[in-house]
């Protein structure tokens, strides 16, 4: 089984709008930590932001902030007033603690590849 | 500066050579790791090396070989390409280890991108 799902092969959204990135998760584990990379088109990974499964509130970097849903095991990317740099791919990833506690760095999801309009 | 860097962002080269890629991470990490982005962008861990050591070596065929000479290198080393191993290889660093707080947040070199013809 997938441990992390990215539902959103690809979307297109109009510049300036709100966009929300899905991503849930999957694990057995009470200490994990979910993380967002984005990979533009030049190809560097670039970490966006975090979210561990103790915080209380939601994560936010910016224009970025992480829809953080632990019952539904959710953890959404929505990045408000879409720029045209944030064209690029998206990915959702998680780090378990497990007996090696998050030895086994992250699992990654497909990602989702998104295309900012004019 | 940049933190973590890889070298060659680019390699041509045919089955059968062997070659290497490089990296080093100024952040101070004692942790690096080895990825790999196959062709439909899928990314998977190949090593993790904490302080020098060897922690993770995922279903990796033996033909790569990781070395870490100090705690910030980690170079990866291939030999008898094949095909198949065209991809992407990330290398990376993360502070804390071992853990899942944002301590251990993983940061990623540039990418090399490793043709074989």
């Known amino acids: 089984a997938q441990k992390i799902t990215q539902t959103q092969p690809g979307m297109f959204v109009q510049e300036k709008e709100a966009v929300t990135l899905d991503c849930t998760y999957d694990?057995?584990?009470?200490?994990?930590?979910l993380f967002w990379y984005k990979q533009p088109s030049s190809g560097e990974m670039i970490f966006l932001i975090y979210?561990?499964?103790?915080?209380?509130q939601n994560a936010t970097e910016g224009r970025y902030s992480l829809n953080f849903q632990k019952a539904r095991k959710s953890a959404n990317l929505v990045i408000s007033a879409s720029q045209l740099g944030d064209s690029a791919m998206y990915f959702c990833?998680?780090?378990?603690?497990?007996?090696?506690?998050?030895?086994?760095?992250?699992?990654f999801g497909k990602g989702t590849h998104l295309i900012i309009q004019p | 500066d940049t933190a973590v860097s890889q070298t060659p962002k680019y390699l041509v080269t045919q089955m059968g050579n062997d070659k290497s890629i490089k990296c080093e991470q100024n952040?101070?990490?004692?942790?690096m790791y080895w990825y790999k982005q196959d062709s439909k962008k899928f990314l998977k861990i190949m090593f993790s090396?904490?302080?020098?050591?060897?922690?993770i070596n995922e279903t990796v065929p033996n033909r790569f070989s990781p070395k870490s000479p100090d705690k910030a290198h980690l170079n990866l080393h291939i030999n008898s390409l094949e095909l198949g191993d065209s991809a992407v290889y990330f290398c990376?660093?993360?502070?804390?280890?071992?853990?899942?707080?944002?301590?251990?947040?993983?940061?990623f070199g540039e990418g090399s991108w490793l043709t074989v013809v």
């Open positions: 990376a660093s993360s502070q804390a280890f071992p853990g899942t707080g944002v301590g251990n947040t993983i940061y």
């Open positions: 694990t057995s584990d009470p200490s994990y930590g």
């Open positions: 979210q561990g499964s103790y915080d209380q």
């Open positions: 990833a998680m780090r378990e603690g497990g007996s090696g506690g998050g030895a086994d760095g992250l699992t």
């Open positions: 952040l101070g990490h004692d942790t």
């Open positions: 090396y904490n302080n020098k050591e060897l922690i």
